[in-house]
């Protein structure tokens, strides 16, 4: 069996938010509509509206943040169409990614809350530039957070909420470089500037998401456009999507190439960082909000509503980027995988009454253990294999082991990836600076094509075992194509 060493040093690279394992609900496909909603008077299970089956799965996994209603769809959405009494609220033409539908408006602003408060999530508003107007905008934050008595304040307790909602995080545009408006980067950043001075008016403790790109020259000018007024500027926002092969079709290059996710997503934070640090030096620290990413496989089209099978290969990939982020913890501030449920890499799925979680699902329950901690430096020596560029970014030498480790007290939290296809691995891990007390492994290891289905819901699933307390070192078999999560007393 090939082997490999890890070492956790007593180098803390910060804290762990929560929010780095956050995520994002659009009304897109049967994301919200029939995914998370089906409706108070639906024959399937709910709880206002909205699915207990997947009520109970989101609690479970802990949903730390979630952002709503776009993507693209914020930049064509009226907030007031979707408050008041649900029988007559507007039906209005929905438009995102290219799919053109009914949008009856029945979860609004009230049934979002009412979600969040549910499943203990940060609430996160995308707020409408692209066809909106920084009054609306403004009007939308004043109605969420108000606390004096206005009309608007007034009319948010007559729909059933009289204390102020308290939403701390609103995007300002999703996009805007393409479907939210397709700006020049300069004149986003201009708007931007526009929007903040009002929205920061309207509730001074609001933190502003700015639309960032994958792209640096953009991140570049719109930063650089900003940073004379770097006080409304609080996050700015990075967008990710990658695939290799067809979801569950693929190569072993391709299978190792959708492995890059984490160096991908790593490149677009250290540039997006240089850029931040030179223009806001001196001036303030300014968060990168990655507030989509995930795979986007070449099946999730419109037609289909934007849904993809979702394997173990996506969740093993995303574990990388899990890592990262953690590894980054100091610098991004948040993360919102695209998407929660039956969209793009989802954590669940439906089927009418039938739910079922991803592999997905449970690399993020394995993260959980992390959230809060204080991350530490790992030193990784392991084999590794050729592997191709995913969407262009770095050919060469893929690291097969790729790791994460945080410190609460009196535990450690190790969370460990194998990613070879088809071969386990002997991995030793070292303490720098502790020892090792009892404590207990959970496992998610499936082959990498593998899925969960209305059938076989649990197909790929957690495995738990405890572990005897181990010294200054312990030594672990992976399974291939695993990841799995230890905490020890420490
Ligand atoms: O998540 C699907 C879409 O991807 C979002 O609407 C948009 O922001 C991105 O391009």
Redesign the pocket.
Known sequence: MAQATLTILPETLGTISPLLHGH?A?H?GRCCYDGLWVGTDSPIPNRGGFRTDLLTALREVGIPILRWP????ADTYHWRDGIGPRASRPRSLAE??GLRVVEDNQLGTHEFIHLCREIGAEPYLAGNVGSGSPQEMMDWIHYCNGSLDTTLARERAANGHPEPMNVRYWGVG??NW??GGNYEATDYAKEFRRYATFLKMADPSVELIACGHSDRTWNLRVVETLRNHSGYLDHLSV?R?YSAGRATVFTDEEYYQLMRAGELVEEDIRYTDEILRFFMAGRRQVGIAFD?WGV?HPEARGEVN?EEPSTQRDAVSAAGVLDTFQRWCARVSMANM??IVN??QCLAQTDGEKMWVTPTYHVFRLYRAHRGAQALRVEVETPTVDAQPLSGYRAGLLPLITASASRREGSVAVTLTNRHRTEAMEVKIVLRDGRFGAGALETVAAPAEAVNSAEQPDNVTLRSQPLAAAGDSLTLALPPCSVQTLVVEA
Do not use: D, K, T
């Open positions: 994002f659009e897109l776009g993507g693209c769809f995102s990614c999703n996009e393409g479907c967008h999507y989509e986007w934007y695209a998407q969209v793009l």
